[in-house]
């Protein structure tokens, strides 16, 4: 007699309502490196304030996310979205009410960190993981990566046409709204109970203890700080940058070159991930891994180098936006690969902590340093430095499956 299945959400629906739903979450985030210089001249705040909020975001996204994982492996995915989605209105609200720093940054930092741990990437995994054919996981993931990656295109001339027309407060409002539709794509994914709680005997204890002594995990996670310093330092001070440039090089001083800037790594990124996903299905990850982070540098360098202009500046936006979150359907896919889907959104949100560590330190040792030193130079070169840094220790990866004992 052999025992039945759990029934399963069907892929089309998983990557349908999953995808508008980090297409939303990660879209609207995607657009925060707009509001720095509005925000801050209007409270009268540093530049170091605003970074800090962000960076804070970064920080709790990744430390809540290994309990927001393991919340969706043991009770289903819909109910930590619907928790996701309140605290994300919730911090856009705050963000667009107040001129305190300490209660935007509650509203930015903490809320919306929260929220985002419960609304994105690694929960949505999670899903694909439970409900998707092995020989199909890795592709679905880069599906659903390219639809927060068109998110992020899609949001950002969206958001700078609302602070332009509005001002940054009511635009925050108009998102806060926005983000409502958060919550009736979220009650669309609830799975069957059996789903979600099928699998082996291996309790989370024992699945953190076997993939922190694993050499695979501990590299996979190292190089995930990388990616994420990169891209959210980027992410929040390119703007800024341009901003500053604009005394040497006129012509990037207009907000439209980094709104189109912000945009082109958006769409750009549609293809960069789908593509990983892609090639994930056929080549070794690890390598594919490894040529992202270099490749990453290589970039930096060149548009450090070049004269800057508009055409440069786009040149960059777009070679950045086929890197920028190609590595997030690749370090997944391994995770799969290597531990198996019981407990994916679990170990998937603590290689993501690693990345919001990045995250942090790229968001606020930029404006950090831009204070101290009335320039971003410092931290353009610890971004070349750590992007060689992680293109060599994703080498070692191995991509074989963990082998278990067997119970009786």
């Known amino acids: 007699m052999t025992q039945s299945q759990p029934m399963k959400l069907s892929m089309t629906r998983i990557l349908l309502l999953g995808g508008l739903l980090v297409t939303l979450s990660m879209g609207i985030r995607h657009g925060f490196g707009l509001f720095n210089l509005p925000i801050t001249t209007t409270n009268g705040w540093g530049r170091e ?19 927001t ?9 819909f109910r930590v979205m619907l928790v996701g989605a309140v605290l994300y209105i919730g911090g856009l609200l705050l963000m667009a009410t107040t001129t305190s720093a300490f209660t935007f940054t509650i509203g930015a930092g903490l809320l919306i960190g929260l929220a985002q741990s419960a609304s994105t990437y690694s929960i949505v995994y999670g899903l694909i993981g439970r409900n998707v054919d092995p020989e199909k996981r890795v592709w679905a993931m880069g599906v659903a990566a390219a639809a927060g990656s068109f998110g992020q295109f899609l949001m950002i001339p969206v958001e700078q046409g609302l602070i332009s027309s509005l001002g940054p407060n009511d635009a925050l409002l108009i ?10 794509l979220s009650m669309g994914l609830k799975e069957p109970k059996g789903n979600f709680q099928a699998g082996s005997s291996q309790t989370i204890s024992e699945a953190l203890k076997e993939a922190f002594s694993t050499r695979s995990f501990q590299l996979l996670t190292l190089g995930y700080f990388v990616c994420g310093f990169q891209v959210v330092f980027i992410g929040v001070h390119l703007a800024p940058y341009l901003k500053d440039m604009s005394a040497i090089f006129p012509e990037v001083g207009n907000p439209q070159v980094a709104t189109i800037s912000l945009a082109l790594i958006g769409l750009f990124n549609v293809f960069g991930t789908f593509y990983a996903g892609v090639l994930g299905q056929r080549f070794p990850k690890r390598y594919l891994l490894s040529s992202i ?28 936006g086929l890197l920028w979150l190609s590595t997030v359907p690749l370090t997944n896919g391994l995770v799969a690969q290597i531990f198996g889907v019981k407990y994916l959104s679990m170990l998937s949100g ?11 330190m790229g968001a606020y040792l930029g404006g950090y340093l831009f204070d101290k030193t009335g320039s971003y130079n410092v931290v353009w070169m610890i971004a070349i430095g750590l992007g060689a840094f992680a293109g060599l220790i994703n080498l070692p990866i191995k991509e074989q499956s963990i082998l278990r004992p067997q119970t009786a």
């Open 49 to 67: 304030t605003f970074a800090f909020a962000i960076a804070l975001q970064n920080l709790m996204w990744g430390m809540s996310q290994p309990f």
């Open 69 to 77: 994982g393991a919340l969706a492996d043991r009770f289903g995915s």
């Open 175 to 184: 998102l806060a709204l926005l983000a409502s539709l958060l919550i009736p």
């Open 293 to 320: 982070y270099v490749t990453r540098s290589i970039v930096i360098i060149g548009f450090l180098l070049i004269p800057l202009s508009p055409t440069s500046t786009y040149i960059f936006a777009a070679l950045m």
């Open 350 to 360: 603590v290689v993501f902590f690693s990345h919001q560590i990045g995250s942090f």
